[in-house]
């Protein structure tokens, strides 16, 4: 790493660790995100309640309802993906601040994470059998680093390789 790229990583630890300036902004970009998908649902006319809370130094909504079938409609991961982009947008335009935000839709983010514990697990299983590295397949950066982190808590190391939607994770021995 560079001395730049250093200063950098530096400089952006420690905008974000000031948590009175960064908790207020991340509500605020919650509750920007929740107008917007409020209307989203107004649209659709569908029912739900959108729950804002913050973590990890981002803002979480999660879109929930008594009537699960009503999110149906909405809560395929691609759908889900989809919304946040959208929203992330809305937030951007009106804040013109780069969002983080992560969405929930009925309890789906949880089901991909499931799954994407299971496939990465499975791979890493595969990685330790043969000693050879292996490749996942390509996903969106929160769900790399979720696989990072399952990967460095099983022992072994893994780096991110590709650009764009092609960014995947290779799984190397340790």
Same mark, same amino acid.
């Given at each position: 790493?560079?001395?730049?790229?250093?200063?950098?990583?530096?400089?952006?630890?420690?905008?974000?660790?000031?948590?009175?300036?960064?908790?207020?902004?991340?509500?605020?970009?919650?509750?920007?995100?929740?107008?917007?998908?409020?209307?989203?649902?107004?649209?659709?006319?569908?029912?739900?309640?959108?729950?804002?809370?913050?973590?990890?130094?981002?803002?979480?909504?999660?879109?929930?309802?008594?009537?699960? &079938?009503? !999110?149906? $409609?909405?809560?395929?991961?691609?759908?889900?993906?989809?919304?946040? *982009? +959208? %929203? =992330?947008?809305?937030?951007?335009?009106?804040?013109?601040?780069? &969002?983080? !935000?992560? $969405?929930?839709?009925?309890?789906?983010?949880?089901?991909?994470?499931? *799954? +994407? %514990? =299971?496939?990465?697990?499975?791979?890493?299983?595969?990685?330790?059998?043969?000693?050879?590295?292996?490749?996942?397949?390509?996903?969106?950066?929160?769900?790399?680093?979720?696989?990072?982190?399952?990967?460095?808590?099983?022992?072994?190391?893994?780096?991110?390789?590709?650009?764009?939607?092609?960014?995947?994770?290779?799984?190397?021995?340790?």
């Amino acid at each position: 790493m560079s001395e730049n790229e250093e200063t950098q990583t530096e400089v952006v630890t420690e905008v974000t660790e000031s948590p009175e300036v960064s908790t207020k902004a991340l509500e605020e970009e919650g509750d920007i995100a929740a107008d917007y998908l409020e209307e989203l649902l107004d649209i659709y006319d569908l029912d739900g309640d959108i729950d804002i809370d913050v973590r990890q130094g981002r803002a979480y909504l999660e879109i929930s309802s008594d009537q699960d &079938s009503n !999110l149906r $409609l909405i809560s395929d991961p691609d759908t889900v993906e989809a919304l946040q *982009e +959208l %929203t =992330r947008l809305a937030v951007q335009v009106k804040t013109t601040s780069f &969002s983080r !935000l992560i $969405l929930d839709v009925g309890g789906s983010r949880q089901k991909r994470v499931d *799954e +994407l %514990t =299971r496939v990465v697990n499975k791979v890493i299983e595969k990685v330790r059998d043969s000693g050879e590295q292996s490749p996942l397949k390509p996903m969106s950066s929160y769900e790399r680093k979720i696989a990072h982190d399952i990967i460095a808590e099983a022992g072994l190391t893994s780096e991110s390789e590709g650009e764009g939607r092609d960014r995947h994770i290779v799984i190397k021995p340790a």
